[in-house]
């Protein structure tokens, strides 16, 4: 069942639209560093995912299709039939989904923070049990910690403490869910059939997905380029915003 998910339409009113997809644990907010460069000539298009913001919670078992089918919905119910999209973390392999499966919905895409499968060590299985017995509050400081270096958190504690807050404010049964679609994600059977013109950025001190992984992902695209920011963890469209939107501006808003 899809859910139909919290959204939010910025910029120019008949210009190409953008979709910008937030990491799983953060809502729409994480994209506020993007939105004066974006804006400036393109209708931008934010969602929150279930139990996330504003977006209705669900508790059921999902998978990563279950989760690109809300986005699908949703750019279905707007009658944007053709936009480019930006997708960072995890959340990321939406995109990959749709690309493979939906492939006209797509026309540029940039997957930041990326991979082509989950890492067999993450066990977020582990996560979604402890978000599920006792709550968010036993797992905002485990996956919160991979998002800023440490210069992020002495220099701009303020930023840190926000979106650690707002992770704590997810659904933590809806988060769990979430976590058990990342836990099991391999897409390495899909990224072959993305046709659309694909830019992979890493963050250089991502200590959750390193370089390699985005690398290993726009190696098995037929059309990308990779880009490694550095100065940043796995939030690095908030810290290091200056060089992210460089890139984003370039490809999908020339």
């Known amino acids: 069942m899809t859910i139909p998910l919290q959204y939010r339409i910025d910029g120019p009113r008949h210009a190409p ?3 910008l997809v937030p990491p799983f644990g953060t809502t729409m907010s994480v ?5 004066p460069e974006l804006t400036r000539n393109r209708r931008v298009l934010r969602v929150d995912h279930r139990g996330h913001g504003s977006s209705p919670a669900s508790a059921d078992a999902c998978g990563i299709e279950d989760l690109a089918l809300d986005v699908l919905g949703l750019l279905e119910v707007l009658e944007f039939n053709r936009v480019s999209a930006v997708g960072a973390g995890f959340a990321s392999s939406l995109l990959v989904w749709i ?4 492939p006209r919905t797509l026309e540029r ?3 930041m923070s990326a991979a082509p499968r989950t890492p067999l060590m993450h066990r977020w299985d582990r996560i979604a049990d402890r978000a599920r017995e006792t709550g968010m509050e036993a797992v905002v400081a485990d996956v919160s ?5 440490p210069d992020m958190a002495e220099e701009r504690p303020e930023v840190v403490d926000r979106f650690t807050g707002n992770l704590g404010k997810v659904d933590s049964d809806a988060f769990a869910a979430v976590c058990d679609a990342v836990h099991g994600m391999d897409q390495r ?12 950025v890493s963050a250089a001190h991502d200590p959750l997905l390193p370089p ?6 726009a190696d098995g695209l037929p059309d990308s380029r990779f880009e490694v920011v550095t100065g940043a963890a796995h ?5 290091r915003a200056d060089r992210v939107n460089e890139l984003l501006v370039a490809h999908v808003a020339p």
């Open 99 to 102: 690309a493979a499966n939906s």
């Open 109 to 111: 895409i940039v997957l």
């Open 31 to 35: 994209w506020e560093p993007q939105m």
């Open 145 to 149: 910690l991979p998002w800023f270096t």
């Open 212 to 217: 390699g992984h985005g690398r290993r992902l």
């Open 189 to 200: 059977h899909l990224v072959a059939g993305v046709r659309a013109p694909t830019l992979v």
């Open 17 to 19: 639209v953008v979709l």
């Open 235 to 239: 939030l690095l469209g908030v810290e």
